[in-house]
């Protein structure tokens, strides 16, 4: 059976000194229907969200879900791993494990440096415009078992632009993930942190904070042509700490990785409706 959550969002922010939807009012660098969505994901399969008339055409968007072991291009040195929903795949600290068929099993990868790259398809209908890209993954540091003061820079790469690194404190754990099957080790990595990229035209953010000034026409995004993704520690990073990507059955959030993409397309009018985030 599929939980499904209603977030209606069509009240006005004149309280709040907002001319605009009160939802989108930026709280602790993020809108406040991001908050309600983010601790919604964490219960529930789908959030659906009742939007407002706007007074400009409408965004059109889609949720791509790519399973963490699912990638196309791999680099990793140890610390690494990958583990299934009831035991490791491969061999501990072994590259070569990243290449198992059974790889695309995987609910938990983690590596100290290097990246894993996956391909999108891009589905935007021919004539459209992409507008915005968000990219949302539940991610903390590599540590030896975990070590909450274990700080680590992830960076994400589309279409091999960089989007900027964000410094993650550590390597969570202690308590167990409410996702981590029974076979882990309570001493090692329980849960991350969901986090989210978005870029557009006016630059990158990370939960509602800037991140960089790269926008979304550097990307060359072309039509039938896939999306790159990348996630990882840059070569040049301050702090080489690692990264422990979790997927759908591990952790704190029933999601993989995410990229939900946001487009225009000519002759739009206004429109009201519900917009439907899936953790799925």
């Excluded at 035991?87 to 990246?115: C, K, N, T, V």
């Excluded at 964000?166 to 001493?187: A, I, K, M, N, V």
């Excluded at 690692?242 to 591990?250: K, S, Y």
Aim: hydrophobic share 40%; proline share 7%.
């Amino acid at each position: 059976m599929t939980a499904v959550a209603l977030v209606v969002a069509a009240g006005r922010g004149e309280r709040l000194g907002s001319d605009g939807p009160k939802a989108f009012v930026v709280l602790g660098g993020k809108p406040l229907l991001q908050w309600s969505v983010d601790v919604l994901l964490g219960v529930v399969d789908e959030v659906v969200v009742a939007l407002p008339r706007g007074d400009r055409h409408a965004r059109r968007s889609f949720e791509l879900s790519m399973p963490v072991g699912a990638y196309s291009d791999v680099q990793v040195e140890p610390t690494c791993g990958l583990a299934g929903p009831t035991g490791l795949i491969g061999l501990m600290d072994d590259p070569a494990s990243f290449y198992e068929p059974d790889r695309l099993e995987a609910q938990l990868i983690w590596f100290r440096a290097g990246h894993v790259e996956y391909r999108f398809p891009n589905r935007v209908p021919p004539g459209a415009a992409i507008e915005a890209l968000t990219v949302t993954a539940e991610v903390c540091s590599e540590a030896p078992l975990h070590d909450a003061d274990w700080p680590s820079d992830i960076s994400v790469w589309i279409n091999d632009v960089h989007l900027g690194a964000w410094t993650c404190p550590g390597d969570f754990g202690g308590t167990r993930g409410r996702l981590t099957p029974s076979w882990w080790d309570e001493r090692d990595s329980q849960f991350g942190v969901l986090k989210r990229w978005r870029v557009s035209r006016e630059g990158s953010t990370i939960d509602g904070v800037d991140l960089s000034d790269t926008t979304i026409v550097r990307f060359g995004l072309r039509p039938g042509q896939p999306i790159s993704l990348r996630l990882g520690i840059h070569p040049d990073a301050a702090n080489v700490g690692g990264l422990n990507l979790f997927g759908r059955g591990f952790g704190n959030y029933p999601q993989d990785v995410t990229l939900r993409i946001e487009y225009d397309l000519a002759g739009d009018g206004p429109d009201e409706g519900a917009a439907a985030v899936s953790s799925a």
